[in-house]
């Protein structure tokens, strides 16, 4: 298993569970379990977040929300946020991992994103409508899944992005839109709690990755050596009665 998918396990873990010692051991717990599995570890990171979101949604972090308004969101909304902002995963391993058409992480993420953004009622920031009007090579704003998101989240393709590039030199309408859409999108950013825990998600992915070292092993074929395993072939009574009977044969060919 590779360290950096779980170190990606890890920093998933915490953003869900918020303390640190419940994060390790159900982070741990799970990735064993899902490891019995026998997927690839890309597949094996998915199925394991997916076991945890669930987890998590059955006993959420009460107090945390209090304290925190990150875990003020749902599991689900936690994910999502630091899997666009943490882990840079883009929206069709995110639909994967949720068992999701990858259609609808656009909208889902706008609305987490929004949610999050004025649940204070922060009396600084703009609600991003898009413009007024739009000019004749303005693109299409939709309100609920607007193309700024999907610029900041690198989601288009590279002809819509130049197009994009280009055209926000010349259009100030745009820009406006883009910039309040950024703020929209630097607010959650910067509260996701494991942003600010580098060091302590380092010593947490080690951990982690001891569990389910020794986890692992218990469930790993035996290695033996050839002379063992002919001790154990020979040792089978089925085999020494197949060989009885052929020395029988031989001795009875040997006498006539």
Request: proline share 5%.
């Amino acid at each position: 298993m590779d360290q950096e998918v779980i170190k990606s396990l890890t920093r998933i873990s915490r953003s869900l569970w918020g303390d640190l010692e419940k994060s390790v051991a159900i982070g741990a717990d799970t990735l064993t379990t899902v490891c019995l599995l026998r997927l690839s570890d890309e597949r094996t990171l998915e199925r394991a977040i997916k076991v945890m979101i669930e987890r998590a949604e059955r006993n959420p972090p009460r107090l945390l929300a209090l304290q925190h308004p990150f875990f003020r969101l749902a599991p689900v909304e936690r994910f999502l946020m630091t899997a666009l902002h943490v882990e840079k995963w883009d929206y069709s391993r995110i639909a994967r991992t949720l068992g999701v058409e990858t259609q609808l992480i656009e909208p889902w993420a706008w609305a987490t994103r929004i949610k999050y953004a004025f649940q204070e009622m922060d009396a600084g920031l703009d609600y991003p409508h898009g413009p007024a009007s739009l000019g004749a090579s303005c693109p299409a704003y939709d309100p609920g899944q607007p193309w700024t998101q999907r610029l900041l989240d690198d989601e288009l393709g590279k002809q819509e992005r130049v197009f994009l590039q280009n055209h926000l030199h010349a259009c100030e309408k745009c820009r406006k839109t883009l910039d309040l859409s950024r703020r929209v999108f630097f607010k959650i950013e910067g509260v996701i709690p494991v942003k600010d825990f580098q060091t302590e998600i380092e010593v947490a992915s080690e951990r982690i990755y001891r569990i389910w070292k020794s986890g692992e092993s218990a469930f790993r074929p035996v290695k033996t050596t050839l002379k063992e395993s002919l001790v154990v072939f020979f040792n089978q009574t089925s085999v020494q009665i197949i060989l009885f009977g052929a020395l029988i044969l031989l001795m009875v060919q040997r006498v006539k």
